[in-house]
């Protein structure tokens, strides 16, 4: 069940996801391109809320815009970012296996990644995600919790 959402006048929203393959415990990231916001920055996979657009939603829509992904699985809330009247949430999405994305026009490359060795320079918001104590427990629970490998966020 989502969670009662209210749109707020002047406050920009984005949302997005990070996306973790079960059997692996490895994390797809994306390296956004030249002409996009942050660019050259790996991230996890997001952009700007619709009008009225649920944080979730918009997370699941921008991961099949931008990777190609349609995921119906349980999003779990990992982290809320607030910079300069923007909030970003970003959400857990777990897939079964890694896959190869299609890259859209503001995503250079993509990587599978462990979590605890990633590529920089990191999005600021990536870098806020992984400076969280909470977030950080989170991850670490999902690596070791769903696919067993050993994880050194914690």
């Known amino acids: 069940m989502k969670s009662h959402y209210i749109e707020r006048v002047g406050v920009r929203r984005s949302a997005g996801a990070m996306v973790m393959a079960a059997r692996t415990g490895r994390f797809l990231l994306c390296q956004r391109s ?18 009225g657009e649920h944080p979730d ?12 992904l349609v995921y119906e699985g349980v999003l779990d809330h990992l982290h809320h970012y607030e910079l300069k009247g923007h909030e970003f949430d970003t959400f857990l999405a777990v897939v079964d296996d890694e896959f190869e994305p299609t ?35 989170l991850l670490y629970r999902a690596v070791s919790g769903i696919s067993g490998r050993p994880c050194n966020l914690i």
Request: contains cysteine; hydrophobic residues 35%; proline residues 9%.
């Open 103 to 137: 890259l859209g026009d503001e995503t250079q490359a993509s990587l599978w990644v462990d979590i605890d060795t990633l590529p920089g320079p990191l999005h600021d918001g990536l870098a806020d995600l992984l400076a969280s104590h909470v977030a950080r427990k």
């Open 34 to 51: 030249p002409d996009s916001p942050a660019p050259n920055t790996w991230a996890p996979w997001g952009g700007k809320c619709e009008y």
């Open 57 to 68: 939603d918009a997370a699941r829509r921008e991961l099949k815009e931008e990777s190609g």
